[in-house]
């Protein structure tokens, strides 16, 4: 029996076809197993997907960069080719930048760079505080977060009145408002004294320096000094700043200031004597007085007040030359020179003085 010519015909084919799907299996399996695209290349803060160990030929992968960071040149998008070798990559991806904010006025910034992700540091002058945080960070989307801030100058509110006193002078410099370092002067009022420092200054803290004291002081009535009087106002109590006066009896001179005042300590600025004037014993001499030879029994008929001074002429064992020594009434009491000798008296006055010993 002879078969079909169809059946002839498809008879070889069917030898072949077979042989043929296993061939171009086999190159299949030879293009996918032995030239993939291995891992791509990593870049820095560059992500790229899909990501994996590697990739058959035809495959895509694409850079993009991460958050905060934008591309520069280069491709991003890749086909893993039948070499199985990734493109050379020229994709870069850099930092965003953030504003410049290197100026802060009255103010300093400290920072690196103005880049994402970094921070920079505020600090303002003295006399200045932070209108907002202190530091800023740059962020994905290149802005300052939270805002930068402003030196704002410091300012304090007018300064509290102590009780018992006032301001004397006071000029806000914005509003009724003051700036760092201006000041206030108070005053207290009539017979307050005033403890601590009149004059207040507003701080870089926002507020004023020790505020000063206004407090009433009493003095004791001053007492009258013998031989003499005092003088004050007639109140049932003196009072801070209240004044006395002094004076002293005939032939008495008053020894310390003739006005005192009541002091904040509650005495007196000072309390002064009367001292009595002297008697001049010698019979006769001449002396100096004033720079001028006087008789003393005429000078001082009437006796020397306190404090007055007489040079006497005395005799210079060794020398013939005198010369003088000084005598002076002390409260009543008037000492006569030990080296004064009335006998030698006329001559001495005559001879020869030296004056530079004289006029010390
Ligand atoms: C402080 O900042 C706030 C908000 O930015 C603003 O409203 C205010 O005026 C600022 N104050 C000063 C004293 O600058
Ligand atoms: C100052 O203070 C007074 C009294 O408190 C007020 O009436 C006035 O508006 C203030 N002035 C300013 C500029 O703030
Ligand atoms: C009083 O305060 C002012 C301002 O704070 C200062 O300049 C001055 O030296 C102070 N005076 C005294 C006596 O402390
Ligand atoms: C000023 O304020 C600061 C901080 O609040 C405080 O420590 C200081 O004692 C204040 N100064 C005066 C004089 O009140
Ligand atoms: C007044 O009193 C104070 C303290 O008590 C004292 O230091 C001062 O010397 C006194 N002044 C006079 C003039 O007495």
Redesign the pocket.
């Known amino acids: 029996m002879k078969t079909p010519l169809w059946w002839s015909w498809w008879d070889p084919s069917t030898m072949i076809s077979p042989v043929l799907i296993l061939f171009s299996a086999f190159l299949c399996h030879v293009a996918s197993a032995g030239r993939t695209c291995p891992m791509p290349e990593n870049l820095p803060f560059a992500t790229v997907v899909p990501l994996r160990t590697s990739y058959d030929p035809g495959e895509q992968i694409v850079y993009s960069c991460k958050p905060g960071y934008v591309s520069r040149g280069g491709m991003r998008r890749f086909t893993c080719p039948l070499t199985g070798m990734w493109p050379i990559n020229t994709l870069r991806c850099v930092p965003r930048v953030c504003p410049f904010a290197g100026i802060l006025e009255n103010g300093v910034v400290r920072y690196t760079t103005f880049e994402y992700p970094n921070s920079i540091h505020f600090t303002c002058n003295t006399g200045f505080y932070l209108n907002g945080t202190s530091s800023a960070t740059c962020t994905e989307e290149g802005k300052w977060s939270p805002d930068i801030p402003v030196c704002a100058r410091v300012t304090c509110p007018p300064p509290p009145v102590p009780k018992f006193a006032l301001l004397k002078d006071y000029r806000p410099s914005t509003g009724n408002n003051s700036f760092y370092q201006d ?1 206030a002067v108070f005053k207290c009022l009539p017979f307050f004294a005033m403890f601590g ?5 507003c701080t870089h803290l926002g507020n004023w ?1 020790r505020l000063p004291e206004c407090r009433e002081v009493k003095c004791p009535f001053p007492s009258r000094p013998d031989n003499g009087f005092v003088n004050y106002p007639a109140k049932p109590v003196l009072l801070y700043k209240d004044r006395a006066t002094f004076g002293c009896h005939d032939t008495y001179k008053l020894e310390g200031p003739e006005e005192v005042e009541c002091t904040k300590t509650g005495n007196w600025s000072g309390l002064p004597s009367c001292k009595a004037s002297c008697k001049i014993s010698v019979k006769k001499a001449t002396v100096l007085y004033q720079e001028k030879k006087v008789k003393i029994q005429e000078q001082f008929k009437n006796g020397m007040m306190h404090g007055e001074k007489v040079h006497f002429f005395c005799k210079n064992k060794e020398k013939t030359c005198s010369y003088t020594e000084e005598a002076r009434c002390v409260d009543g009491t008037f000492e006569i020179p030990k080296c004064f000798k009335a006998q030698f008296s006329a001559f001495l006055e005559n001879g020869c003085i030296r004056h530079d010993a004289v006029l010390k």
């Open positions: 000041t420092n009149d004059t207040v200054m320096t």
